[in-house]
C-alpha cells in the first residue's frame, strides 16, 4: 500500500509558497518562476485537503493511494508541527487564498485539539487532577516506541510539547496580524480548550481586534505556549538536559539522550514567546517597525 503523508505534503506546499522563494523569484524579476510556485502550491493544496476526515474532525496523517485513510486514526502531532515551518505569518499575507494550511485554518486547529485531548486522556502526567499545567503531546495515540523498544507504550516527546508552544505563538503572531479570529464549527473544540474563564463562542462568530474576546484569546494563547514550555522544563533533568521522550507514568527523561532538536525547538520557541507583539493594536504599532511603516486601513 503507497502511503502518501500530509507532513511531506505541507512542507513540499510549504518550501514552495515560501517568501525567500517567492522574494527570490520577485527580485530576480523571474515572473514565471514566481507563476510557478504558486501554481504548485495551488495543486498541492487540494491533495492537502484530502486529509480532511470530517466524520472525526481531524485531519488524517497518511491516506493509501486510493484515498481511504489508513488502519492508524491518522491522528498524528506532525500534522499541526508541520505548519509551523510553512506559513510565514509575519510577511505572506499577500498569499491569502494560496496558502493551504496556515497555522489558524479550521482544520488545523480542530487537529490539534484533538491531539492534546487524545494525550490528555492517554498519558498518565497529563491527569487534570494532579494539577499540571501544560499537556505533554506525544507522536500519535498507535505509537509503541518508548525510546528503547517498539513494541512497548509510547510517550509524550519535549520536542512536540515545545512544537505546541511555538503553535500557539504563531496563532498569536495570526490573529494580531489579520486583527480577527474566526470561530467555525470545525474549530469551535479548539477555543472551546483554551484556558478562559467567561468567554463563549458560537460557529460563525468573527472576533475583531477591539472585541474583549480577542484580547482574551490571543492572551490564553500566550498563556497556553507558556504552560506547553513550563511542563517540558517541569520534567528537565536535575542536569538541564532533555532526552527524546518523558515517561508517560512519571515524566522521567527516557530514550535518546541530550538531543539536540530539543534544545533548538526551545530556543525558537522561547525566542518567539519574548517577542510577541502586545494585543493593542497602538501598542503594536509602536513596538513594530514593519506594523508602524504600514498604511492604516
Same mark, same amino acid.
Given at each position: 500500500?503507497?502511503? /502518501?503523508?500530509?507532513?511531506?505534503?505541507?512542507?513540499?506546499?510549504?518550501?514552495?509558497?515560501?517568501?525567500?522563494?517567492?522574494?527570490?523569484?520577485?527580485?530576480?524579476?523571474?515572473?514565471?518562476?514566481?507563476?510557478?510556485?504558486?501554481?504548485?502550491?495551488?495543486?498541492?493544496?487540494?491533495?492537502?485537503?484530502?486529509?480532511?476526515?470530517?466524520?472525526?474532525?481531524?485531519?488524517?496523517?497518511?491516506?493509501?493511494?486510493?484515498?481511504?485513510?489508513? =488502519?492508524?486514526?491518522?491522528?498524528?502531532?506532525?500534522?499541526?508541527?508541520?505548519?509551523?515551518?510553512?506559513?510565514?505569518?509575519?510577511?505572506?499575507?499577500?498569499?491569502?487564498? +494560496?496558502?493551504?494550511?496556515?497555522?489558524? !485554518?479550521?482544520?488545523?486547529?480542530?487537529?490539534?485539539?484533538?491531539?492534546?485531548?487524545?494525550? &490528555?486522556?492517554? /498519558?498518565?502526567?497529563?491527569?487534570?487532577? $494532579?494539577?499540571?499545567?501544560?499537556?505533554?503531546?506525544?507522536?500519535?495515540?498507535?505509537?509503541?516506541?518508548?525510546?528503547?523498544?517498539?513494541?512497548?507504550?509510547?510517550?509524550?516527546?519535549?520536542?512536540?510539547?515545545?512544537?505546541?508552544?511555538?503553535?500557539?505563538?504563531?496563532?498569536?503572531?495570526? /490573529?494580531?496580524?489579520?486583527?480577527?479570529?474566526?470561530?467555525?464549527?470545525?474549530?469551535?473544540?479548539?477555543? !472551546?480548550?483554551?484556558?478562559? &474563564?467567561?468567554?463563549?463562542?458560537?460557529?460563525?462568530?468573527?472576533?475583531?481586534?477591539?472585541?474583549?474576546?480577542?484580547?482574551?484569546?490571543?492572551?490564553?494563547?500566550?498563556?497556553?505556549?507558556?504552560?506547553?514550555?513550563? $511542563?517540558?522544563?517541569?520534567? +528537565?533533568?536535575?542536569?538541564?538536559?532533555?532526552?527524546? !521522550?518523558?515517561? $508517560?507514568?512519571?515524566?522521567? !527523561?527516557?530514550?535518546? =539522550?541530550?538531543?539536540?532538536?530539543? /534544545?533548538?525547538?526551545?530556543?525558537?520557541?522561547?525566542?518567539?514567546?519574548?517577542?510577541?507583539?502586545?494585543?493593542?493594536? &497602538?501598542?503594536?504599532?509602536?513596538?513594530?517597525?514593519?506594523?508602524?511603516?504600514?498604511?492604516?486601513?
Amino acid at each position: 500500500m503507497i502511503l /502518501y503523508a500530509l507532513y511531506a505534503e505541507e512542507r513540499c506546499s510549504g518550501e514552495l509558497r515560501s517568501t525567500e522563494g517567492a522574494a527570490l523569484a520577485t527580485r530576480l524579476e523571474d515572473a514565471g518562476a514566481a507563476r510557478w510556485y504558486l501554481e504548485q502550491s495551488r495543486a498541492l493544496g487540494d491533495a492537502l485537503l484530502l486529509h480532511w476526515d470530517p466524520g472525526r474532525n481531524h485531519l488524517v496523517a497518511t491516506r493509501d493511494q486510493d484515498g481511504r485513510p489508513s =488502519p492508524r486514526s491518522g491522528l498524528d502531532s506532525s500534522v499541526v508541527v508541520a505548519t509551523l515551518g510553512g506559513y510565514a505569518t509575519e510577511d505572506d499575507l499577500h498569499l491569502e487564498g +494560496i496558502c493551504p494550511c496556515p497555522v489558524d !485554518q479550521e482544520q488545523v486547529l480542530a487537529t490539534a485539539a484533538a491531539l492534546e485531548s487524545t494525550f &490528555e486522556a492517554m /498519558y498518565p502526567i497529563n491527569d487534570p487532577s $494532579r494539577r499540571i499545567a501544560g499537556i505533554a503531546i506525544g507522536r500519535y495515540p498507535e505509537d509503541g516506541y518508548d525510546g528503547y523498544r517498539a513494541d512497548s507504550l509510547g510517550n509524550p516527546w519535549p520536542s512536540l510539547t515545545i512544537g505546541f508552544a511555538a503553535y500557539c505563538y504563531k496563532l498569536v503572531e495570526r /490573529y494580531l496580524r489579520l486583527e480577527r479570529a474566526v470561530v467555525t464549527a470545525t474549530n469551535l473544540p479548539f477555543f !472551546q480548550r483554551l484556558p478562559l &474563564e467567561d468567554a463563549r463562542f458560537r460557529p460563525g462568530e468573527e472576533l475583531l481586534l477591539g472585541d474583549p474576546r480577542f484580547d482574551e484569546v490571543v492572551d490564553a494563547l500566550r498563556r497556553k505556549g507558556d504552560a506547553f514550555l513550563g $511542563r517540558v522544563h517541569r520534567h +528537565i533533568n536535575p542536569g538541564g538536559s532533555l532526552s527524546e !521522550q518523558m515517561n $508517560r507514568f512519571t515524566g522521567h !527523561q527516557q530514550g535518546a =539522550p541530550d538531543l539536540s532538536m530539543n /534544545y533548538a525547538a526551545h530556543v525558537l520557541a522561547a525566542g518567539m514567546s519574548g517577542h510577541l507583539p502586545v494585543s493593542s493594536r &497602538e501598542r503594536y504599532r509602536r513596538a513594530s517597525p514593519r506594523a508602524r511603516a504600514a498604511p492604516p486601513r
